[in-house]
């Protein structure tokens, strides 16, 4: 499985991004997609995840309201939506996906198989 992200850029606070992750290889119905940053000195953490199978989405608690995920499985791709933009959601995104995550291990990087290569969110102030 391969994943490219993309959608990154430069807004200002309280401006809209829209992040694109394209699956492709071996892609099934049945994977899971997350969406994950990291931003400079810190780790990389959760910010939305996408059980492909039935749809069911959740999120970091700071992102929630804020950011929608969603998926097409047809176009293997899942798109995440950032409004109301703010400095602190600055990082490289990065979107995973895997087969065989469960609930519990939604918001772990560790359970994820597959990674893309990253796209940066810069906000200013």
């Not at 992040?19 to 000195?41: D, I, K, M």
């Not at 309201?65 to 490289?92: C, Y």
């Not at 772990?108 to 597959?114: G, L, T």
Request: glycine share 10%.
């Amino acid at each position: 499985v391969q994943l490219q992200a993309s959608g990154g850029g430069s807004v200002h606070t309280g401006g809209s991004l829209r992040l694109s992750c394209a699956a492709s290889g071996r892609t099934s119905n049945q994977y899971t997609v997350a969406w994950f940053r990291q931003a400079p000195g810190k780790e990389r953490e959760f910010v939305a995840g996408i059980f492909r199978s039935y749809g069911r989405s959740y999120y970091e608690e700071s992102v929630r309201g804020r950011f929608v995920i969603t998926r097409d499985n047809a176009k293997n791709t899942v798109w995440l939506q950032m409004d109301s933009l703010r400095p602190e959601d600055a990082a490289v995104y990065y979107c995973a996906t895997s087969a065989t995550v469960i609930l519990s291990e939604l918001r772990s990087a560790r359970a994820y198989a597959y990674w893309g290569q990253g796209t940066l969110v810069t906000v200013s102030s």
